[in-house]
């Protein structure tokens, strides 16, 4: 439940007179009273955990990350868990840590072999197709994209389409992953790997493969020290502030499986949950925002204990 | 300059091949063919510098803030100066760093007594009578803001106004600065301050004081371990957590004054820096956004070398 918290706790106060007031209803209140069947296990192959050395003070670091699901998985996913599977990202790091953009991690010398089959994939970064899915589920309380003129949560995930609605494709939000790459038209295969760690850029949707988000840890990849070189790689002097990667593995390898839900993005709650989000009113926000971005939704997500 | 590479570098590439391909107009390539003209000198009493301790590695680590200027300061930028100029931070810290949200400073006993004439201003979040400043500065793509139908940039920040343009406000994006309070009506007197570290949030708009943002060593707040309490508070378990705060100045105090010149907002440069963030085509980028985010635009801001 603590990375559900920490993504939902959003007043600004101090605890101490977060106590003394009556609780309205606020985001958190919403997903606390959502049913039971509102929410929607994460399957073990959707998940992808990853072991980060300890750290200063020698506590564990896991990250676990969602993979994306169809239809708006693409060949990076099957990419990313055959390198998994072949432990590919073991002893590699994290190499860049650029404030206000992404932490990025994979092979640091670029010479690793990859397991056969894992190529990056012809470019395909949109969706067609999915007319209905767009359809089904309107989110009326989300503000316009940037650069679309429709943005919705499909499935568990938010995604921009164009006003016809022909093309729709995953975005970049705050703990979001994606496919690091070199100059177009190369799409990069799956190996190299950023999140979002600020404010995200509309503009690397669609020049960009979301594969999913981090839904536990993400403070271990947001909270490391930024990189002196060009674009927050670590230099040669900062070599020793890159943090090493102990294994990634799909949660379906695991002995012990972390469980994970999210909450239907299709349910009432969700909805609700938008709706308050986008029309804060209670003892701490009393001027309503009227609207809210897609990007300031996070999905709500919760650990399931065994 | 560091800040500002770090503001503005957004290719996500290698340094290796990003040295190969011929450079494109980008938002760099902009900023960096601005006239000296269009550069406006910040007065060294917009300017504090905080001195956090040293890090792990016995490295200073000094903040610098720009507090906003008229028409959009308030109360509570005055009473900044009068907690500045009292030295009140010297010996306080840094209390509170919750993801994807806030780090805060300020007394963590909540019991340090303010200087003489420092008390919560009125409620005053919004500004009238900036009718023709509003209009003299169109910015045209950016897109919708989530609450407000008309955001832009005036003197050099970004405000959003009611679609009547009676009212507007200076608005929160990542790194900008605002006032910790308690609940509503309370506003807060400016001696707990915030800076936003993850997805700005447009539901603190119009609730929360904006007062200036940071134009040097954000890295320094935002790489901060997260809080383990609740809002990502640090707790008693967690107090050595706490970064301390070594002095707070005016840069008009100092001997050796930092000085730094952000874009003019109203400059050519910037018109054509805002269209080539929201229409990025160039190596790397190959699919154009069509609109961009008024906060994932930063105002350039450099340091000037004496």
């Known amino acids: 439940m603590r990375t559900l918290l920490t993504l939902i706790a959003l ?14 209803v606020t985001p958190n209140s919403v997903v606390a009273e959502a049913a039971p069947e ?6 073990p192959e959707d998940l992808l955990v990853m072991e980060l050395a300890p750290d200063a003070e020698g506590e564990p670091r896991r990250v676990v990350i969602q993979l994306i699901p169809a239809p708006f998985s693409q060949p990076w996913v099957e990419n990313i868990r055959t390198l998994a599977a072949a432990h590919w990202w073991d002893g590699t790091s994290v190499n860049r ?3 206000n953009y992404v932490t990025q991690w994979g092979d640091v010398t670029e010479e690793k072999p990859l397991p056969e089959g894992v190529v990056a994939p012809e470019v395909s970064y949109t969706i067609s197709g999915v007319h209905r899915m767009l359809d089904a589920a309107g989110s009326p309380n989300l503000s316009p994209d940037a650069a679309a003129e429709h943005t919705q949560f499909v499935a568990g995930w938010p995604v921009a389409a164009e006003s016809m609605r022909l093309h729709a494709w995953p975005i970049h939000c705050y703990g979001y992953v994606g496919v690091g790459r070199g100059y177009a038209p190369d799409t990069g295969t799956g190996a190299e790997l950023y999140t979002i760690i600020g404010q995200p850029q509309r503009h690397m949707d669609r020049n960009l493969a979301v594969v999913g988000r981090i839904i536990e840890g993400m403070e271990h990849l ?3 020290p ?3 070189g060009e674009l927050g790689f670590y230099t040669e002097e900062d070599a020793h502030l890159r943090t090493p990667i102990l294994s990634v593995r ?3 390898e695991l002995d012990a499986q972390p469980t994970f839900e999210y909450l239907d993005t299709s349910s009432e709650s969700f909805a609700r949950y938008v709706h308050v989000r986008a029309n804060r009113d209670d003892a701490f926000y009393t001027v309503p925002a009227g609207g809210v971005d897609v990007c300031s939704v996070q999905v709500p997500v919760r650990a399931v204990s065994e």
């Open 11 to 24: 007043a600004l106060t101090f605890p101490a007179t977060a106590q003394e007031a009556a609780a309205p």
């Open 38 to 43: 509102e929410w929607i296990a994460i399957p």
């Open 97 to 99: 840590v650029q404030d």
């Open 222 to 224: 947001s909270s490391l």
């Open 226 to 228: 930024r990189g002196s």
């Open 250 to 252: 799909l949660a379906s």
